[in-house]
C-alpha cells in the first residue's frame, strides 16, 4: 500500500483526520437554504434552526474527547469566539453527533456540566446522538463549523481555522476563518472564503434509520 493511503488508514483507525473528504450523500450548498433541523438542547428542549430566524446563526460540531476540540477549549479559543458572537446577537450552537457508546457521545447532564466546566457560551448545546443534523450538513469531523444568515441561507462551510493542528500553540499563527466568516455574514458582507477544508476527529456516525 502506498504511504499516502497507509497514513490516512492509520489516521481513520485513529479518529483523527487532518482532511477528510466529502462524504457520498448529498452535501449542503453555499448560497442555498440551510438543511432545517430539530433537536433537543441540554435542557430538553427542542430547538430547530426556524427558530432563529432573522438571527446570524453559527453551527459548531464538537466532540470534547476529541484533541483538536480540546485545543480551542483549554486554550479559550472557542469560548471567545462563542462569547463574541453572544455580544453581537449572534446565535450559536454546539453540535454532538457522537451515538451512545462512541468517543464524544454525551447526555443532557453530561452537556451541561462540560459547558459549565469550560465556561462555554453557546447559545446551546444540540444533542444529535441519531447523527440526523450531522447527515444534512455532511459534518465529518470535530470541530466543523457552518455560518447561517439571518434569512436561513448557508454562508460558510469548513475549519474553525488555517492551521490543522491538535497544537495550542499553532493558534495564534492561524487565520480564524469561521470567526471571520461569522462576523461578515452578521454586518450583511460577502464572506472572502465561504469554503475551506475543515479538520479534526472524524464523527461516528450512528446507523442510518
Known amino acids: 500500500m502506498p504511504f499516502a493511503l497507509r497514513r490516512r488508514a492509520m489516521l481513520a483507525t485513529a479518529g483523527i483526520l487532518p482532511f477528510l473528504p466529502r462524504p457520498s450523500w448529498a452535501a449542503p450548498a453555499i448560497g442555498a437554504a440551510a438543511p432545517a433541523f430539530s433537536l433537543p438542547d441540554q435542557d430538553g428542549k427542542t430547538r430547530s434552526l426556524a427558530d432563529f430566524r432573522g438571527k446570524t446563526v453559527v453551527l459548531e460540531w464538537t466532540n470534547h474527547q476529541c484533541p483538536f476540540v480540546v485545543k480551542h477549549y483549554s486554550s479559550g479559543n472557542m469560548q471567545r469566539f462563542q462569547r463574541e458572537a453572544a455580544e453581537r446577537g449572534i446565535v450559536w450552537l454546539s453540535i454532538a453527533s457522537s451515538p451512545p457508546g462512541e468517543q464524544g457521545h454525551v447526555t443532557a447532564e453530561q452537556a451541561r456540566a462540560l459547558t459549565a466546566e469550560r465556561e462555554a457560551a453557546p447559545a446551546a448545546v444540540l444533542l444529535d446522538p441519531r447523527s440526523q443534523a450531522a447527515r444534512a450538513y455532511s ?69 442510518a434509520a
Open 139 to 207: 459534518a465529518t469531523t470535530t470541530p466543523h463549523m457552518y455560518v447561517i444568515d439571518a434569512e436561513g441561507v448557508l454562508r460558510y462551510m469548513g475549519g474553525i481555522d488555517s492551521v490543522p493542528s491538535a497544537k495550542v500553540e499553532d493558534i495564534a499563527r492561524a487565520t480564524p476563518l469561521a470567526r471571520d466568516a461569522m462576523i461578515a455574514v452578521a454586518e450583511g458582507r460577502p464572506v472572502a472564503q465561504a469554503v475551506t477544508r475543515n479538520y479534526g476527529c472524524a464523527i461516528k456516525y450512528a446507523p
